[in-house]
């Protein structure tokens, strides 16, 4: 990927830059608030809070003595607890020297073992309290789509079609539909259906059944592109529907599907329909590694749209409960699909080029943004979860290194040597430093 394909102007590059900060700043603070709040509430003293490194741009004192600060390069933060010799940690023999047995127990090295572990395990948990709120609030606000399944908003098309918003849909072609939330079920019943470009609907409306025409149930059209890939990268948006390929017709979204899995990565010419207006787009489509349910991945090519319906599905609320319930499970799948994807790309089944980098995150939210302030905070969730997780990776330096060094102790009633610790720790540094640059030049050079 060319560098300069980040930069199709100088505003485009700004805002991509702008939502990269506020997307991290918003996740690095929740981290190492949850460090802090949980060591005051454990009885150990901060002096530090900072969001950023390098020179303070402002601080301020707390009543409790805690220097909160914002420094000039917001690509991270930290907590610099009583007792640490800097803000990585570490103990800062000469302060603790000085200091009385009871006075040692506000610091991080002179406070219980559950203390420290509780105090360094609060970040990663707090990444996961957050995506847990957004995606329940989300989960609340967007409700569920309504049974039976209900016309919503009509999206447009080049065909004419005499469904309503507000209709109740019965049959298609004289074939009932199965529960929309069946996904298996209604796979199978579009399978089934003619392969045309205008059907019959048996719909309810103001209690009258009754027959109307209505186009193919998922037309080729696009309801989000997905950020980096090939469509994104050629101009399509949401709203879109492409009506040929090559130069032929099309009207089933699997008609493209097709065309894209076949093309063997060749460039494709498609005509775009949007509002009444027709452009000619080229693009190529890239390989890429989707997760299937038995935890494998299969390599195929995408040019990254989602489809849909020919409408919006009508909605109904949830409840609390259920809200709180799917957003666990979504955590859960983007935790059980990183690690997945991180095995796959040890043992060399899928592609490397399926890390991002700092390049690729910061292009990801600046789409995301531009998409809507409800698809930031949705990203925001998803990559708070990915933060989450990775701080917890049994790495010196990340907080699950840490962590292993309580387990340790525990273990053996006492800390690793100070030796061992920093041996481990420039261990670790290097190893995420080299993560760092592996993941960077895939940004950079990965197709």
């Known amino acids: 990927m060319e560098l300069t394909s980040l930069i199709p102007q100088f505003g485009g590059f700004v805002w991509t830059i702008l939502a990269f900060v506020v997307a991290l700043s918003i996740i690095v603070a929740i981290h190492e608030y949850g460090h802090y709040i949980v060591g005051r509430w454990s009885g150990i003293k901060a002096d530090v809070f900072s969001l950023g490194f390098g020179p303070v741009l402002f601080s301020r004192y707390d009543k409790r003595g805690t220097r909160w600060q914002i420094a000039a390069l917001p690509l991270g933060g930290y907590v610099k607890f009583r007792g640490d010799a800097n803000a990585s940690g570490g103990v800062d023999d000469a302060a603790m020297s000085e200091l009385s047995e009871a006075d040692k127990r506000a610091t991080m090295p002179g406070a219980p073992l559950w203390a420290r572990a509780a105090t360094v395990a609060a970040g990663p948990v707090f990444n996961f309290a957050l995506s847990i709120v957004i995606f329940s609030a989300v989960f609340l606000f967007r409700g569920v789509i309504s049974e039976p399944l209900t016309v919503g908003d009509l999206r447009q098309l080049p065909v004419q079609q005499e469904v309503q918003a507000g209709d109740v849909l019965l049959e298609v072609d004289g074939g009932a539909l199965p529960d929309f939330d069946s996904a298996q079920a209604f796979e199978t019943f579009l399978r089934a259906l003619p392969k045309q470009e205008l059907l019959d ?35 399509l948006e949401a709203g879109d529907v492409l009506t040929s390929i090559d130069g032929t017709p099309i009207f089933r979204f699997e008609q493209l599907r097709d065309a894209v899995e076949g093309s063997d990565g060749k460039t494709l010419n498609l005509t775009v329909w949007n509002a009444g207006t027709e452009r000619a787009v080229d693009l190529t489509p890239k390989r890429t590694d989707e997760p299937q349910a038995d935890g494998g991945f299969e390599t195929v090519y995408r040019i990254g749209v989602v489809g849909g319906l020919f409408f919006d599905p009508a909605t109904e609320s949830t409840g609390l409960i259920d809200s709180i319930g799917g957003a666990f499970a979504q955590v859960w799948r983007i935790m059980s699909g990183s690690i997945s994807g991180l095995w796959h790309m040890i043992t060399g089944a899928i592609s490397t080029c399926n890390l991002s980098g700092p390049i690729g995150i910061a292009e990801t939210s600046g789409a995301m943004a531009s998409a809507g302030t409800s698809d930031f905070i949705y990203f925001i969730a998803v990559l708070s979860t990915a933060v989450g997780l990775l701080n917890l990776f049994p790495i010196p330096v990340l907080d699950g290194g840490h962590l292993c060094f309580f387990a340790y102790e525990a273990a053996t009633g006492k800390p690793p040597s100070d030796r061992a610790v920093n041996i481990l720790m420039t261990i670790g540094l290097a190893i995420v430093l080299s993560l760092m640059v592996f993941s960077l030049s895939n940004d950079l050079f990965c197709p």
Do not use: H
């Open 201 to 235: 609907y048996t719909v309810l409306r103001n209690d009258e059944k009754r027959v109307v025409q209505g186009p193919y149930p998922y037309p080729p059209i696009v309801t989000q592109v997905v950020p980096r890939s090939a469509a994104y990268e050629a101009g």
